[in-house]
């Protein structure tokens, strides 16, 4: 028997103004998409921006569902919508932020598993790290170096032989 351990290194800013001039425009970006949420239900706005490799943004915000259950995370609309807009484009940044219905918005929130696992799907498609900096409309911010990260031990088309 043997133990092995299971770490990785993020990056914590302690403000957006600490980013770089481009992660803080994308995060900004973020911010503003939450304005786009389709949310009477839960009145959780989440926005998200992705930085394409050829130069191009993309943005998705959450979409409910009378039906809840048919809600589609922002995360996921904006990969679907990355996926038709263009095709064969890697993403190489994605922005997350949000504006829960008490208003505040304070620290970073972190995809849901279900996103995760389509994040995890989109860089294995491209085998390309897709970098995430996760922000609240103020406070910490987050960045992470690959989205797979957050999915230690994550099941893939190679799983499948
Ligand atoms: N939501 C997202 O859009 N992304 C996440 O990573 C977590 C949750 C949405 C789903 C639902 O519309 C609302 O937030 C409350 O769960």
Redesign the pocket.
């Known amino acids: 028997m043997s133990q092995e351990k299971f770490s990785f290194d993020f990056d914590v800013y302690a403000s957006i103004d600490d980013l770089t001039a481009a992660d803080a425009a994308l995060l900004r970006d973020a911010q503003a998409a939450t304005a786009i ?1 389709y ?1 009477p ?2 009145h ?1 706005h ?1 926005g998200a921006m992705a930085m394409l490799a050829n130069g191009q943004k993309v943005a998705g ?4 569902n009378a039906s809840y259950p048919v ?5 996921r609309v904006l990969l679907s919508a990355v996926s038709s807009l263009y095709p064969g484009v890697p993403i190489e940044t994605i922005a ?1 932020s ?1 504006q829960a219905e008490s208003g505040k918005s304070d620290r970073p ?4 598993g279900i ?1 995760r696992q389509t994040l995890v799907e989109y860089e294995s498609r491209f085998q390309q790290p897709i970098r995430l900096i996760l922000g609240g409309k103020e406070g910490k911010v987050w960045v992470f170096p690959k989205s797979s990260l957050l999915l230690p031990f994550g099941f893939t088309g190679e799983d499948l032989g």
């Open positions: 949420a949310v239900y839960s959780f989440v915000s959450n979409q409910e809600g589609i995370c922002a995360e997350i949000y929130i972190s995809p849901c996103c």
